[in-house]
């Protein structure tokens, strides 16, 4: 969470700033390759033999799950298909309420 | 059947309470060309429509548009969330709150609330998607509108800007998915593959 000096307030198990910032990056950069995916995806609905498009999705679907993979290995589930040893869904903050899980950079 | 994804499609951080946008900016929400609106007319649409190419399409579009309602509700309850009495009775926003308190609820601008009366569903394959088209384009026309009245609040232009951006991609592609639609009804023969006529060996007919 950003208190009223822009400070990072971790609210994960982190305690230290600069974890935090990198759970931010890593959400962006979940977010960029997320959105690359489904633009591609209705590209493809209409242009369905284009080859090179179908190329590039595959490679931002992959780059996607690494990235999903090494995040919620961290930082808790993203879905509820994540399995947990204990339920980590209510631990981040929501993504309406902005804060670490919104960090834009 | 959906995944419920932890993130937004696309950041929403505003620092500032802002009542009187969210007044304007809800209309996105549960408006006449909102999001809303445009997530149930395409998920709606899907069912009648005659190829794989459309139906995708609108299953597709329909549930970013999911995602794009979860952003407007976003910048709506940050905008509101902190703001004291006055500053929502100076917004005009008493009568809402007399109603829905600062809850995120479904009218536009002007206070109606939503109504499936915006949906569009014809029963017409080439007229639903024209409804689609028109609707990009509107929603793009209400993005911009509430970009120049929020233009002193750059946190909020900025998820606006991405969403009438996304209005303009998702014209592009029902535009694409019309022409396919149409070339296939312009071929002398072809066969869709939507049930028109229930199946002969369907055994669920004229049990009386």
Redesign the interface.
Same mark, same amino acid.
């Given at each position: 969470m950003l208190n009223e000096n822009m400070e990072c307030k971790c609210t994960c198990e982190c305690n230290s700033n600069n974890d935090c910032e990198m759970q931010g990056k890593l959400l962006q950069q979940i977010r960029c390759y997320a959105f690359a995916v489904n633009d591609l995806a209705l590209y493809l609905d209409t242009h369905p033999t284009d080859q090179k498009a179908l190329c590039l999705h595959r490679k931002y679907c992959q780059e996607l799950k690494d990235l999903e993979d090494k995040y919620q290995k961290v930082y808790g589930p993203l879905t509820i298909n994540y399995p947990c040893n204990k339920w980590r869904w209510l631990e981040e903050p929501w993504p309406w309420e902005g804060g670490v899980s919104n960090v834009d950079l | 059947m959906w *995944?419920?994804?932890? *993130?937004? $499609?696309?950041? &929403?951080?505003?620092?500032c309470t802002n009542p009187k946008l969210a007044k304007v900016i809800i209309s996105q929400y549960g408006g006449p060309d909102g999001e809303l609106a445009a997530s149930l007319r395409y998920l709606s649409q899907r069912f009648g429509m005659p190829d794989q190419?459309s139906k !995708? #399409?609108l299953n597709? #579009?329909g549930t @970013?548009e999911l995602a794009h309602l @979860?952003m407007v509700?976003?910048i709506v %309850? $940050?905008l509101t969330k902190n703001a004291s009495i006055e500053e929502i009775e100076k917004a005009g926003l008493g009568p809402y709150y007399t109603d829905h308190g600062v809850d995120v609820y479904p009218q536009s601008a002007a206070g109606v609330p939503f109504t499936a009366a915006y949906l569009a569903c014809k029963g017409d394959i080439i007229a639903n998607l024209q409804e689609d088209l028109a609707a990009e384009q509107k929603a793009r026309a209400t993005y911009e509108k509430l970009i120049d009245l929020c233009r002193d609040e750059p946190d909020v232009v900025?998820p606006l800007r991405y969403l009438r951006e996304r209005e303009i &991609? %998702?014209f592009q592609?029902f535009g @694409? !998915?019309l022409r396919?639609v149409q070339d296939k009804l312009a071929e002398k023969k072809f066969y869709m593959d939507c049930d028109i006529t229930p199946k002969s060996d369907c055994d669920c007919k004229d049990k009386d």
């Open positions: - | *995944t419920y994804k932890k *993130t937004l $499609q696309y950041p &929403v951080n505003i620092k190419k !995708a #399409i597709d #579009i @970013e @979860e509700g976003s %309850h $940050q900025d &991609v %998702h592609r @694409e !998915a396919s």
